[in-house]
């Protein structure tokens, strides 16, 4: 049974995936290479459990029990003892492959190494550990505490072993999980980011104002928030990423990122997270 786990990356992805662990009693070692984004994150945690207790959803009493589970650190070496580690670091495949690197270094031999990358195949993040059989894709929804669903992603020489401890892991966390094979984007973003990588074209072309876009896709096909708007909380950077991924995997000109995302990203319009996407949050 999974007991102990380091989760890399202390951003709203990180962040998320180590409080939902920790309210399922499990230990969690929270890393990052930043303090200050280290104590934003544990702030953030607190503050999340405070809101669901307002809700009815948390008991008051459980608050300190779920942030004791969860121990933050600048150190990989505080990892070594963990049954799992979690990566969900920037989508960049460089920094990733250098941490699975590290991280078979550092922990023990029996040790399951996972990602929440949301688009690179498994099979080569696998390949540069001495432990291929034991890396697997968990790709997370955002925000992680609300959103039910895990993406699981079994690379080319993954165990059965390892898949059924992540699946009874997943069933743990009161998520539910569906199955990918290890092809670019795998299930929800080689739908989703296509979409928005449309939606960014019909605004380029002139067919319509980011306003009416959102508006037709979110009365006409019923979605939450349209799909500029939804851009613009991903981070137009990571779409931007994830269609480049996707372009170079299957070299299909379908998925040619459009010439406004790559754009807006050079001038540092990356969505909400920076003041200016699609639409203006300054």
Partial sequence: MIKKVG???????GSGIAQVLAQRETEVYLYDIAEAQLSKAHAGIAKNLERQVQKGQLDAASVSQVMGMIRTTRSLNDLAGCDLAIEAVTEKEALKLEIFKKLDETLKPEAILASNTSSIPITRIAAVTGRPDRV??????NPVPVMKLVEVIRGLATSEETFQAISQLVTRLDKEMAVSADYPGFIVNRILIPMINEAAFALFEGIATAEDIDKAMKLGTN????????ADFIGLDTC????????QGFKDPKYRPCPLLAKMVEAGYLGKKSGRGFYNYA
């Fill in 136 to 141: 697997i894709g968990m790709h997370f929804m």
């Fill in 223 to 230: 979605q939450p928030m349209g799909p500029l708007t939804l």
């Fill in 7 to 13: 989760v890399l990356g202390a951003g709203q992805m």
């Fill in 240 to 247: 931007l990423a994830i269609m480049e991924v996707l372009y």
